[in-house]
């Protein structure tokens, strides 16, 4: 009597899901935590431009390396004077320590949005930068700064 050799156990089809899933979720983590590393240093040096940009005066540079979005968010006029008004009341950027920075990749594209405690001349402020990741640059999409002096002054 010829006897059948006993069946393997198989895998139920719902743990080939979790090992799937948990794969694509190592993936998405390492993709964004690389995306993050690489976006601080380019962060960094973007910063810097900006800041080199604002202290020389130079408010059309940045408004001509913005990206659309930026430029749609207001007129040509007002974001001159915005910028102005910005290096009047509080002088030359100084120091710039990272709060925080945050990763949010969509169908639009990558941003990375960024905080930092800024030292000025006159006054310190918290500026807030929204950036495109396009290649391996950014383009600004949005600026915004908190600081009395821009209210007091």
Same mark, same amino acid.
């Given at each position: 009597?010829?006897?059948? &050799?006993?069946?393997?156990?198989?895998?139920?089809?719902?743990?080939?899901?979790?090992?799937?899933?948990? !794969?694509?979720?190592?993936? /998405?983590?390492?993709?964004?935590?690389s =995306?993050?590393?690489? +976006?601080?240093?380019?962060? &960094?040096?973007?910063?810097?431009?900006? *800041?080199?940009?604002?202290? &020389?005066?130079q408010?059309?540079?940045?408004?001509? $390396? !913005? $990206?659309?979005?930026f430029? $749609?968010? +207001?007129?040509?006029?007002?974001? %001159?004077?915005? @910028?102005? =008004? /910005?290096?009047?009341?509080?002088g $030359?950027?100084?120091? /710039?320590?990272? +709060?925080?920075?945050?990763?949010?990749?969509?169908?639009?594209?990558?941003?990375?949005?960024?905080? *930092?405690?800024?030292? @000025?001349?006159?006054?310190? +402020?918290?500026?807030? @930068?929204?950036?495109?990741?396009?290649?391996?640059?950014?383009?600004?999409?949005?600026?915004?700064? %908190?600081?009395? !002096?821009?209210?007091?002054?």
């Amino acid at each position: 009597m010829i006897r059948d &050799a006993p069946l393997r156990p198989r895998w139920p089809l719902w743990k080939w899901s979790l090992v799937v899933t948990a !794969a694509a979720c190592l993936l /998405v983590a390492w993709h964004c935590g690389s =995306a993050l590393v690489r +976006g601080k240093h380019l962060d &960094a040096a973007a910063v810097l431009q900006f *800041h080199q940009r604002l202290n &020389a005066e130079q408010y059309e540079v940045i408004w001509n $390396d !913005a $990206d659309q979005r930026f430029k $749609d968010s +207001g007129p040509h006029d007002q974001m %001159q004077k915005f @910028f102005q =008004a /910005v290096h009047t009341k509080l002088g $030359d950027a100084g120091s /710039v320590n990272l +709060g925080s920075i945050r990763l949010n990749a969509t169908t639009n594209g990558t941003f990375i949005i960024t905080q *930092h405690n800024t030292t @000025f001349t006159h006054a310190s +402020g918290t500026e807030t @930068f929204t950036w495109l990741l396009q290649n391996s640059s950014l383009k600004l999409v949005g600026y915004n700064i %908190q600081s009395n !002096a821009l209210i007091t002054n």
